[in-house]
T-cell receptor, first 114, second 112 residues
Framework: ETGVTQSPTHLIKTRGQQVTLRCSSQ?????VSWYQQALGQGPQFIFQ???????GRGNFPPRFSGLQFPNYSSELNVNALELDDSALYLC?????????????FGQGTRLTVV | DAKTTQPTSMDCAEGRAANLPCNHS???????VYWYRQIHSQGPQYIIH???NNETNEMASLIITEDRKSSTLILPHATLRDTAVYYC?????????????FGTGTRLTVIP
């Protein structure tokens, strides 16, 4: 089975621009979550997708949006980038959205906003 | 999620057991205890989870007290590669196991 893969690994954007980050979930996993990790802090939950529908959202503004495709891969879109959006963005997939299942994380996309 | 409390940092000698404590006194009956770790610059890695009974896998053991208010993650023979930040998480049974509140975790340093 393949693991969770994210692309690109690194990205530099200018304030005000838009960015799209991509995630391929582990084979058979229908639930994908996105997290933001600022330097020196733990990951923060952005939102979760289950079978192509948003299924929970953390404390992030609407300019953070996402998609999940029929093959369960996912995208994170961030509009109107701000300097504080500079962070490691992590994608995690799980077999189901229930409570008794582990999440598998990708290696992340390091976004720098200048 | 139930609130969890962990020490900020711990040291462990290489080859010895590393015992990482976690308090989760507000955990509800349906909430599992999960442990993840994050090695520098990598994505978090699942270690183990449990509900009531003690659990063991190839990476670690999880000991949960009978009242479920605390738990201990045990790495039986710590190696330098176990140096990482370890997170104890008790996700809500309403939001599921991929909606995780990581907190600050315990920074474990394995010393040669």
């Amino acid at each position: 089975e393949t693991g969770v893969t994210q692309s690109p690994t690194h990205l530099i954007k200018t304030r005000g621009q838009q960015v799209t980050l991509r995630c391929s979930s582990q084979s058979g996993h229908n639930t994908v979550s996105w997290y933001q990790q600022a330097l020196g802090q733990g990951p923060q939950f952005i939102f979760q997708y289950y079978r192509e529908e948003e299924n929970g959202r953390g404390n992030f503004p609407p300019r953070f949006s996402g998609l999940q495709f029929p093959n369960y891969s996912s995208e994170l879109n961030v509009n109107a980038l701000e300097l504080d959006d500079s962070a490691l963005y992590l994608c995690a997939s799980s077999l189901e959205k229930g409570i008794d299942t582990e999440a598998f994380f990708g290696q992340g996309t390091r976004l720098t906003v200048v | 999620d139930a609130k969890t409390t962990q020490p900020t940092s711990m040291d462990c000698a290489e080859g010895r057991a590393a015992n990482l404590p976690c308090n989760h006194s507000t955990i509800s009956g349906n909430e599992y205890v999960y442990w993840y770790r994050q090695i520098h610059s990598q994505g978090p890695q699942y270690i183990i989870h449990g509900l009531k009974n003690n659990e063991t896998n190839e990476m670690a053991s999880l000991i949960i007290t009978e009242d479920r208010k605390s738990s201990t993650l045990i790495l039986p023979h710590a190696t330098l590669r176990d140096t990482a930040v370890y997170y104890c998480i008790a996700p809500s049974d309403q939001t599921g196991a991929n909606n995780l509140f990581f907190g600050t975790g315990t920074r474990l340093t394995v010393i040669p």
